[in-house]
């Protein structure tokens, strides 16, 4: 008889500790993931004017709004609104739209 104790195997080791993520349809309600640790990071380049707006954008949230949020929270929930308006509306979305206009469309 050994007396070594047994160590869990790869499987155990490297499983799954999160749910899988629901599929994506069109007309979903979306809405921006709230603070939580997030297991995918993307690095978004923005100008000097782009961070001061979003920074005002987030101090007016907490000051008129009493909704302390942090910008990661604010760009999230943009991202949702933005892709429910394209799912809901397609060509005519804000986001086509906006697009169009400058590429100059």
């Known amino acids: 008889m050994t007396r070594r104790a ?12 999160t749910p899988p993520k629901p599929e994506t349809r069109p007309n ?3 809405g921006g993931s709230p603070r939580q640790k997030h297991d995918t990071k993307i690095t978004v380049y923005v100008s000097d004017e782009e961070l001061l707006a979003l920074e005002h954008a987030r101090l007016a949230l907490r000051a008129k709004h009493g909704l302390a949020v942090d910008r990661g929270r604010v760009v999230r929930e ?12 397609g ?12 590429n100059g469309q």
């Not at 047994?6 to 500790?17: H, K, M, S, W």
């Not at 991202?79 to 509306?89: G, Q």
């Not at 060509?91 to 400058?102: A, C, D, H, N, T």
């Open 78 to 89: 943009a991202i949702a609104v933005l892709l429910a308006d394209l799912d809901e509306y």
């Open 91 to 102: 060509e005519e979305s804000l986001l086509v739209r906006r697009l169009r206009q400058e």
């Open 6 to 17: 047994p160590l869990p195997g790869a499987a155990e080791l490297f499983r799954p500790t």
């Open 28 to 30: 979903v309600v979306r």
